[in-house]
């Protein structure tokens, strides 16, 4: 592990400003990725149950809607499609928040990571040009290299914000189904007293 830290260390003190910018900036975007992670998914998850438990209790034949579910406020003496579809809708916003940053963390961080390697490309073959043109590919090939460590960082921040997009989209799908048939089970009962 220290020889890790110590040939991160010496990346680092070879590096330029805009390369350790664009690091800071991808590992920022990393941190946020599983932060979103994190907390949606517990979030949506203990959502996804109170909605099922109130899904349950009224095809049990309970009167009134669970305090737990989100239809709680639409379902009033006389709930209808229309209120239904408003809170619906308010849930839906609710379950998707965060998806628009992971969606923009893993389309840009490619981007970004390229960003830098074309810039430390760029300062590596002009620091070859004043060098008076003998240049070796043992002295090319390092500075290449350690380019390229902004791409790989980049396509290592987007493949786990794409993936957590995905997971979270799920999440959210599962819990409005559950909401959607909870209104439906609720019409129908209204429909069937009236």
């Known amino acids: 592990m220290l020889g890790f830290l110590d040939l991160f260390l010496n990346y680092l003190s070879k590096s330029s400003v805009v390369t350790i910018i664009v690091l800071t900036w991808l590992s920022l975007y ?5 932060t979103v992670l994190f907390s949606r998914y517990t979030g949506l998850n203990s959502w996804k149950k109170r909605e099922q438990a109130a899904l349950e209790s009224i095809l049990m034949g309970a009167k009134a809607v669970s305090v737990d579910s989100s239809l709680k406020k639409c379902a009033t003496d006389n709930p209808t499609k229309e ?3 408003v809170c619906i809708s308010l849930a839906e916003a609710n379950a998707t928040s965060g998806l628009t940053a992971l969606s923009i963390i893993a389309s840009t961080s490619p981007f ?6 074309v810039v430390s490309i ?4 002009s620091g070859l040009g004043a060098g008076g043109g003998s240049s070796s590919l043992s002295v090319i090939a390092p500075a290449i290299s350690e380019a390229l460590v902004a791409t790989g960082c980049g396509i290592f921040v987007a493949i786990p914000a794409y993936s957590f997009n995905l997971l979270i989209k799920r999440k959210a799908y599962e819990v409005l189904s559950l909401i959607r048939r909870e209104a439906n089970v609720l019409l129908s ?3 069937d007293n009236n």
Do not use: A, M, V
């Not at 990393?30 to 599983?34: P, R």
């Not at 760029?122 to 073959?125: I, Y």
């Open 83 to 85: 209120r239904f579809e």
């Open 122 to 125: 760029l300062e590596t073959f």
């Open 112 to 117: 970004i990571g390229l960003f830098g390697t």
């Open 30 to 34: 990393f941190i946020i990725s599983f």
């Open 189 to 191: 009962l209204k429909e």
